[in-house]
């Protein structure tokens, strides 16, 4: 007879969002699907398995004619997409700071 599954004591993988700036343009940038970067953070793929998002991670650190400060970001998935989880994912998913300033061209 088998045995029944143990309780894992290993914490669950919260779902993350990898996000970075392009090198170029300075913009935030989501990791979208088919591996293709975007500014909007309702299309980024959602990773819940940490072994893929630490893949990807990965892969995104080493583009650095591309990227600058890859990282993981927790987020809430919903029906309309991922949503940022703590104040700098929510203010730096709004766009360019220095666009309301003037400072930034629309793009």
Known sequence: ??????????PQFAPHVLTANHLLRGHVVYLCARNTW?????QAQVFTDA????????????????????YLAPVQ??????RALHFREAFRATGPSAR????HPQT
């Not at 007879?1 to 290993?10: D, E």
């Not at 975007?38 to 309702?42: C, E, M, N, P, T």
């Not at 893949?55 to 583009?63: I, S, T, V």
């Not at 309301?100 to 400072?103: F, K, P, Q, S």
């Open 51 to 70: 072994a893929r998002a630490d893949a990807a991670l990965k892969r995104a650190q080493a583009q650095p004619d591309l990227l600058v400060g890859a």
């Open 38 to 42: 975007g500014a909007d953070l309702a």
């Open 77 to 82: 998935p919903g029906p309309t997409g991922p």
């Open 1 to 10: 007879m088998p045995q029944p599954k143990q309780p894992s004591n290993a």
């Open 100 to 103: 309301a300033r003037g400072l």
